[in-house]
């Protein structure tokens, strides 16, 4: 059973910085891709990152690139998802995703079968 649980949401400062983890079971974390969406209300979810199969290759956001970083630990299969200079606009809940297929669309959902609950970003002051 495909499962991903994500940790690490909280209340931080802007300019301040935080670490998402999405612990996945249930398949071979390097045979899928993961993305990182997020969602605020009344918003529609949007694509942040994804890190595909083959070769881990990376994709940002543009609003997020350079102060995102999606990583993976295959050993521990978790998914990762660094936030540097948080900005108030980042306040969200954050789910992370699995496709099977193991293809990222850029950040979009497309092939994104199995999703997390999400863990709430929040940024102020």
């Known amino acids: 059973q495909v499962q991903l649980v994500e940790s690490g949401g909280g209340l931080v400062q802007p300019g301040g910085s935080l670490t998402l983890s999405c612990a996945t079971s249930?398949?071979?974390?390097?045979?899928?891709?993961i993305g990182w969406f997020r969602q605020t209300p009344g918003k529609e979810r949007e694509g942040v990152s994804c890190?595909?199969?083959?070769?881990?290759?990376?994709y940002y956001q543009d609003s997020i690139k350079g102060r995102f970083t999606i990583s993976r630990d295959t050993a521990k299969n978790t998914v990762y998802l660094q936030m540097n200079n948080l900005k108030p606009e980042d306040t969200a809940v954050y789910y992370c995703?699995?496709?099977?297929?193991?293809?990222?669309?850029?950040?979009?959902?497309?092939?994104?079968?199995?999703w997390g609950k999400g863990t709430l970003v929040t940024v102020s002051s």
């Open positions: 995703a699995a496709a099977p297929e193991g293809v990222c669309y850029r950040w979009a959902s497309y092939g994104m079968n199995y």
């Open positions: 249930g398949f071979t974390l390097g045979s899928y891709a």
């Open positions: 890190i595909s199969s083959v070769g881990g290759t990376q």
